[in-house]
């Protein structure tokens, strides 16, 4: 099972509502990541977990707050987002072995639209 | 400062043929290199991957060829099919930074 879910498919949000992206795996990977898409771009890096623990946090505005509860669950939660942050939200999740990198698996995405 | 580029932003192949996507990358440190397909409003799906201390990956349609000396890729789809349209991301990590860096993609085009 290589699969990777994401909840909810579709939000959209006013910039001063409080929402929450989940993503769920359960492939025993302890590395999970948020990434961000924009139309016609390449997924771009937000943040890191490795073995629940924060390790990459690429300069993300505070506005976005990932949390890691346990080893299969990620979060990110939104707060006063701008309409700019409009995207597709894509959750990964890959092995963790020493300095090895191994394949990201992604879930299907949140489509994201801020008003 | 694009650290991978897939300088072809779109392709388009018969039915059958041969469909060659090219990914170039500048950074050295980068030694795992991976191919994800992506249908419109989806997830990224991984392909293939290759490791830097091998030159070429086989998984049944797909072969990934590495050129370390030149810090090029390529991905070769034999034979292609229409359900192979889609974008084709190349993605790259590197030792001890476990995020991917992807290419701006290729647009694969197979027509029946």
């Known amino acids: 099972d290589t699969e990777v879910t994401q909840t909810p498919k579709h939000l959209v949000m006013g910039m001063t509502n409080k929402k929450s992206l989940k993503c769920e795996q359960h492939m025993g990977h302890r590395a999970m990541y948020w990434y961000k898409q924009k139309a016609k771009k390449p997924p771009e890096l937000m943040f890191v977990y490795s073995y629940e623990k924060l390790s990459i946090n690429e300069s993300v505005p505070s506005r976005f707050s990932p949390e890691c509860p346990n080893s299969s669950l990620l979060n990110l939660h939104l707060h006063a987002l701008q309409p700019e942050d409009s995207a597709l939200y894509l959750c990964?999740?890959?092995?963790?072995?020493?300095?090895?990198?191994?394949?990201?698996?992604f879930g299907p995405g949140t489509r994201l639209t801020v008003t | 400062d694009q650290q991978v580029k897939q300088n072809s932003p779109s392709l388009s192949v018969q039915e059958g043929r041969i469909s060659i996507l090219n990914c170039d990358y500048t950074?050295?440190?980068?030694?795992?290199f991976l191919w994800y397909k992506k249908y419109p409003a989806e997830g990224p799906t991984f392909l293939i991957s290759i490791s830097s201390i091998k030159d070429k990956n086989e998984d049944g349609r797909f072969t990934v060829f590495l050129n370390k000396s030149a810090k090029h890729l390529s991905l070769h789809i034999v034979p292609s099919q229409p359900g192979d349209s889609a974008v084709y991301f190349c993605?790259?990590?590197?030792?001890?930074?476990?995020?991917?860096?992807f290419g701006s993609g290729t647009r694969l085009q197979v027509q029946p």
């Open positions: 950074n050295s440190m980068f030694d795992y």
């Open positions: 993605a790259a990590s590197g030792t001890g930074r476990r995020a991917l860096t």
């Open positions: 990964a999740s890959s092995q963790v072995s020493g300095q090895s990198s191994y394949e990201q698996y």
